[in-house]
């Protein structure tokens, strides 16, 4: 009886594909191809490093500014008058402001004015600024508000009348400081048309700080009554709402929009009344991510020659494992398990060392100035023994100087989706730069393989 003819399989037994890879990952030829996969391993782990370590500085400023734009200025949603609502007086404010604080998911509803001014302190100079009327007891209402505010002078009060807060690059443009007088000058219109300018003088209470240029730089807080003062005959009142999710944004301002206490107001989520900036940090960001994404087609483009020189150099054994019963396709998954170890390795090195930098970048630049100033002395030290003037090394260096920059430390927050998604693209990279450099694969024959072993 003749014996049935043997089927070709896809494995010779299980794992034995990735031990095969793993040898070929570890051997050290010497045709150089283990030089080859460890600068592989290298170039993908100095990507993954450099993206992760940029994108979380990008991400620390990034959401710096947001922060401090949604908890002091946009807040998550607006409600303010429409065409055919106007919220002018408190009679037509307070029943849209309880409702709106009643809604599942608001963490908070704070009533405010905004006005455009000039301010002029004791000097003769006069800037232009931005005066936000809020209730005295804000902190009490929005936690997030009191949080973004650091009172580096006086005390954020706002209970006695013409009383006023001011950024702190505000209070030295205009010479300022506590007790001193600050003459806010306002311009509405007037119920003709017209325009009727409104003077009021306050007394500087408080000086703060938020981190963001241009808040400190042209801010400032009074009481609502006081701004509705400045306001004129019609004050324009708006409603600030955080919500608990501030993601949520959409879905909260569908609802608040659908209120019988907010029919013909205007409901604005952050992401529209932000719409401009926001993107622009946006493609920022994209950019950023594309330009050092040319790393890995670099590194994945030498993966790839690097694994058909190695596919050539090993006909022999390819031949062999073809010859004891393995597919093509199997003997192919060997090459593209190489390429997803070399990926893998080097994106596991590459996520710890972007961690470990983004999450210690300012003793990262600390040890970076320290090393620069330490050659500097040295250098000015030398030039000193030859009687030559050394002062071009004198003076600190600084990354990130406090004089040029408006911060006093680098931000820095990895977010996880994009630090799942570096690693991945790492990973991948290298799998894909393999599975089409083993396509050769399949044109390799048995017998003329072993023909001449």
Not at 113 to 138: F, K
Request: glycine share 12%.
């Amino acid at each position: 009886m003749a014996l049935p003819a043997r089927k070709p399989t896809n494995s010779l037994s299980p794992g034995w594909i990735a031990y095969v890879a793993g040898r070929y990952f570890n051997s050290r030829r010497s045709d150089g191809s283990g030089t080859s996969s460890t600068l592989s391993v290298l170039g993908i782990a100095i990507g993954v490093t450099t993206l992760i370590t940029v994108l979380g500085v990008m991400n620390g400023f990034q959401m710096g500014f947001i922060d401090s734009i949604l908890e002091i200025s946009s807040y998550h949603v607006r409600v303010e008058s429409g065409p055919a609502r106007q919220l002018s007086d408190e009679a037509s404010l307070y029943p849209v402001l309880r409702a709106v604080r009643s809604q599942r998911g608001v963490e908070a509803a704070v009533p405010f004015i905004e006005i455009q001014s000039i301010a002029r302190g004791l000097g003769s100079g006069m800037q232009g600024c931005a005066i936000r009327a809020l209730p005295p007891d804000v902190a009490k209402l929005d936690s997030g508000f009191a949080s973004s505010i650091t009172m580096t002078r006086g005390n954020f009060d706002l209970a006695k009348p013409l009383s006023i807060a001011v950024g702190s690059e505000l209070a030295r443009s205009l010479g300022v400081d506590l007790g001193d007088r600050v003459s806010i000058v306002s311009v509405p219109t007037t119920g003709s048309g017209g325009l009727s300018p409104i003077a009021r003088a306050f007394t500087v209470t408080g000086v703060f700080k938020s981190g963001y240029y241009e808040y400190d730089s042209g801010l400032a807080f009074v009481s609502l009554a006081d701004g509705a003062a400045l306001s004129g005959i019609s004050p324009r009142y708006q409603i600030g709402v955080k919500l608990f999710d501030r993601y949520a944004d959409a879905d909260a301002a569908f609802r608040l929009a659908s209120l019988p206490e907010t029919v013909g107001c205007r409901v604005e989520s952050w992401r529209d009344f932000n719409r401009a900036f926001f993107g622009a940090l946006r493609m920022e960001k994209t950019m950023m991510m594309l330009i050092i994404g040319l790393i890995f087609i670099v590194v994945g483009v030498n993966i790839y020659h690097s694994l058909r020189r190695s596919i050539y150099e090993r006909r022999d054994e390819i031949g062999l494992l073809r010859a004891v019963g393995a597919s093509p396709r199997a003997v192919r998954s060997v090459f593209v398990c190489t390429g997803a170890l070399i990926g893998g390795v080097g994106a596991v090195v590459g996520l710890l060392l972007g961690l470990y930098l983004s999450a210690n970048i300012n003793g990262v630049f600390a040890l970076a100035e320290g090393l620069v100033n330490g050659a500097l002395a040295l250098a000015g030290a030398i030039v000193r023994l030859f009687g030559i003037s050394a002062s071009t090394f004198s003076g600190g260096f600084s990354i990130f100087s406090p004089t040029y920059f408006y911060l006093t430390e680098v931000p820095s927050r990895v977010l996880f989706p994009e630090a799942l998604l570096i690693f991945m693209f790492g990973l991948l990279s290298a799998a894909g730069a393999a599975f089409f450099a083993s396509a050769q694969v399949a044109g390799v024959k048995p017998a003329e393989a072993l023909r001449y072993e």
